[in-house]
T-cell receptor
Framework: DAGVIQSPRHEVTEMGQEVTLRCKPISGHDYLFWYRQTMMRGLELLIY????????DSGMPEDRFSAKMPNASFSTLKIQPSEPRDSAVYFC?????????????FGPGTRLTVL | AQSVTQLGSHVSVSEGALVLLRCNYS??????LFWYVQYPNQGLQLLLKYTTGATLVKGINGFEAEFKKSETSFHLTKPSAHMSDAAEYFCAVSDRITGGFKTIFGAGTRLFVKA
């Protein structure tokens, strides 16, 4: 049974380049979350979707970040242009039912390094 | 507003010793509480959760946690540490809020287990 799938697992890019991170949630899950994890700030919720609709994007750091969920099985997080301070591990998670009250299933993460 | 405080960013125990990881929360309504574990280079996975009912919750790998409303605590324990328990542990709290929910993760506690 496949869990949450993220790609790529590692991404190294140069400052100013566009970065796109991808996520496939668990089939049947209606909530999808994007998190960022750094040593300094810990685990931060960036945005979450319910039934493909963004519900809360208050955690998105700035306009350089955008997220989409065109269908129930795919989501992207885009950073344009990227900056060194965006270096972090980005996690996608999904859940079902009353999200926040049920378990979130996390993907393995994408480690982003911006030079 | 919700908040989660994990006391101690690092905890070190000997193999076979008691594990105690502390978590205190603040919430305006009865909370839903979670403990997640993160092994190196992996996403978070659920250890246990408290929603309603019995205040002592048992999870995977021999861990348990007790919800103490009077102390606003949800400490995680395991009677006997194993080397494989070395990981980072996150306490989280979820509240229903107008229009949705919010899940807040603590800063994490890294558990070291000495042979």
């Amino acid at each position: 049974d496949a869990g949450v799938i993220q790609s790529p697992r590692h991404e190294v890019t140069e400052m100013g380049q566009e970065v796109t991170l991808r996520c496939k949630p668990i089939s049947g899950h209606d909530y999808l979350f994007w998190y960022r994890q750094t040593m300094m700030r810990g685990l931060e919720l960036l945005i979450y979707f319910n039934n493909n609709v963004p519900i809360d994007d208050s955690g998105m750091p700035e306009d350089r970040f955008s997220a989409k969920m065109p269908n129930a099985s795919f989501s992207t997080l885009k950073i344009q242009p990227s900056e060194p301070r965006d270096s972090a591990v980005y996690f996608c998670a999904s859940s079902t039912g009353l999200a926040g009250l049920n378990e979130q299933f996390f993907g393995p993460g994408t480690r982003l390094t911006v030079l | 507003a919700q908040s989660v405080t994990q006391l101690g960013s690092h905890v070190s125990v000997s193999e076979g010793a008691l594990v105690l990881l502390r978590c205190n929360y603040s919430s305006s309504v009865p909370p839903y509480l979670f403990w997640y574990v993160q092994y190196p280079n992996q996403g978070l996975q659920l250890l246990l959760k408290y929603t309603t009912g019995a205040t002592l919750v048992k999870g995977i790998n021999g861990f348990e946690a007790e919800f103490k409303k009077s102390e606003t605590s949800f400490h995680l324990t395991k009677p006997s540490a194993h080397m494989s328990d070395a990981a980072e542990y996150f306490c989280a709290v979820s509240d229903r809020i107008t229009g949705g929910f919010k899940t807040i993760f603590g800063a994490g506690t890294r558990l070291f287990v000495k042979a």
